[in-house]
């Protein structure tokens, strides 16, 4: 599995970017995905994640109301479109897949992830 994020840039606090995470072929039916991001000098962080078949979604506090995660199954993409962007949400946003099988669900825990995309930075200014 093969995942490819995009979609970051600079933007001022309050405005709107999307993020896109494009991954090899696979099944949405067996593999959640995941947004993390890692500021400078910080830890990773978990974001969102989809479930495996679309059932269900997960945020992380800091992100909550504000960002939204989808996944287009016909184009192997899975979307985060962040809104009413902070300056503290500056960080390099990575996006990762996890092989669930038939154990339908998600967790924004970083170590549940196999497959990791390069990461896109995203920097919101004051």
């Known amino acids: 599995v093969q995942l490819q994020a995009s979609g970051g840039g600079l933007v001022p606090a309050g405005g709107s970017l999307r993020l896109s995470c494009a991954a090899s072929t696979f099944s949405s039916d067996y593999y959640a995905i995941g947004w993390f991001r890692q500021a400078p000098g910080k830890e990773r962080e978990g974001v969102s994640c989809i479930s495996n078949g679309d059932i269900m979604t997960s945020y992380g506090d800091s992100v909550k109301g504000r960002f939204t995660i989808s996944r287009d199954n016909a184009k192997n993409v899975v979307y985060l479109q962040m809104n009413s962007l902070k300056p503290e949400d500056t960080a390099v946003y990575y996006c990762?897949?996890?092989?669930?099988?038939?154990?339908?669900?998600?967790?924004?825990?970083?170590?549940?992830?196999?497959?990791w995309g390069q990461g896109t930075q995203v920097t919101v200014s004051s």
């Open positions: 990762a897949a996890e092989y669930r099988g038939s154990n339908y669900g998600c967790l924004i825990t970083e170590g549940r992830y196999d497959y």
